[in-house]
């Protein structure tokens, strides 16, 4: 307990009186200060028991003792000690009047008490307070060690909270609650995923106060480098006190380890991650669990879908750390629902996610596709349902995927839309239009001479299926005039319609035109 008005009038040596303040003797003291200038404000920081003979006070005078007492009381001083039977055989009534108008305690010290006495019984008092909090902080600092080895940071949240009197809460890299303690506080937690995306957007270490005086929530964030790891909320009535303080810090440094893990560890399992990937997509499962072990559990087996992830188009240095917190983002969602991830890292501009089906791996990608892609400048393309030894087969359509993805303009595409929907939006390349304009452009050029209408004569043949009649009927020609019509586009193609690879490609070419003419050569 830090040191008080009461404590020290408790004090058996001491023998202090209590004269006026009765009300108000629990205010904590700071320190002992003795000042016999008349106004000794200036020169306090609030919390003092200010220790007097008033050998320069006009003492006797009410008018005087209600400033000088007032001053006192606005300056933050908690209470004045006033010797008697040195300038004074007793405290003046002027005084007693003024401090009990003020409702401020007045001690009387009698002559056979030092003020150095007093000035060491604040001081030994503090002292033991102190070593009070750092003997508690060192029993807080081994339960939250011992909760954190062995239970997790949800029992370390648990502790903490009981510890500070309050509530707890840790979120992920993501921002996303991942614990809170007691249960109900993770309601209030996520709340804060506006101050808590805020406080991430800064260099690591940071911390912000954020509510009212009856709602405090400190956030602290969690990371040895420039980049947010997490983010430990705790929420409390009052500032915290050096005890409580103590607990934070000691969980802000436990979580730390816990979320931060070195680099060269880091390193070493994207390596090991990658080596697992290759051997899957060389066609080597029982090779690739032979290296995993149990890291990823039974992710290595079906089924999973493979997902491919890219920055799309010229990498932005704002944007540059997109895949990596899109990595963290999904490793985050698998922690939370104990799913395996297998993450890796392809160069400086792909990422490549190998993610149970169906799982929190794959919803909280789409999630961040759909929220986060337009900010962050990436594209995603994911591969269907897949066994271990298909794996090389899911890349393919995960790389296919993504291909449609960046051509369309989209943040994600599901192999299963190529495979289930037309191929026609897969005609709106420009590769693909450059062929069809160069293919047709004599059709073209003929018909716009207005010596004929082969386009359209092609076109109607060819959704016929070459049947001359239906074709015909649907253009309002005979029969004869149509195979004169396309007679001439073989002739001014120089190709045969007999050759179904010709008439495959000039459908095509057709459906990526559609009926717009290429423009005029130069």
Known sequence: MPVTLASLVQHSALKLTVRAGEDRLETPVRWAHVSELADPVPYMEGGELLLVTAMTLDAADDEAMRRYVRRLDGAGVVGLGFAVGVTYDDIPEALLRAARE?????LEVPRRTPFLAISKAVSAAIAADQYRAVTAGFEVQRELTRAALFDGPAALLARLAA???????LYDAS?????????????RAARLTGDVRRLRERPAPASAVVGSTEDRVELQSLGTGRRVRGVLA??????????????????????TLTTERSRSLQAAEQRLGAA???????GQPDHARAVAGDLYGGLLDAPFRLLIAERAGEPDPAAAPALPALAESLESAAARSGEAVLAVPEGDGRLVVLAADGGAVLSGCETYAERKAEDSGIVVGLSAPSGPIAAASAYKQAEQALSVARRRGRALVEHEELAAGSVLPLLADDAVRAFADGMLRALYEHDATGRGDLVASLRAWLSHHGQWDAAA?????????LRYRMRRVEEILGRSLDDPDVRMELWL???ATGDTAPPAAP
């Open 102 to 106: 003020a409702d401020f305690p007045l």
């Open 163 to 169: 510890h500070i009197d309050g509530w707890a809460a």
């Open 175 to 187: 921002g996303s609650v991942v614990a809170a303690a007691p249960e109900w506080a993770a309601r």
């Open 234 to 255: 705790v929420g409390t009535g009052a500032s915290l006190g050096t005890a409580e303080r103590y607990a934070v810090h000691s969980a802000v440094a436990l979580l």
């Open 276 to 282: 697992v990937l290759r051997l899957m997509l060389s």
């Open 473 to 481: 009927a649907d253009l309002g020609v005979h029969r004869h005039t």
């Open 509 to 511: 070419a057709l459906k």
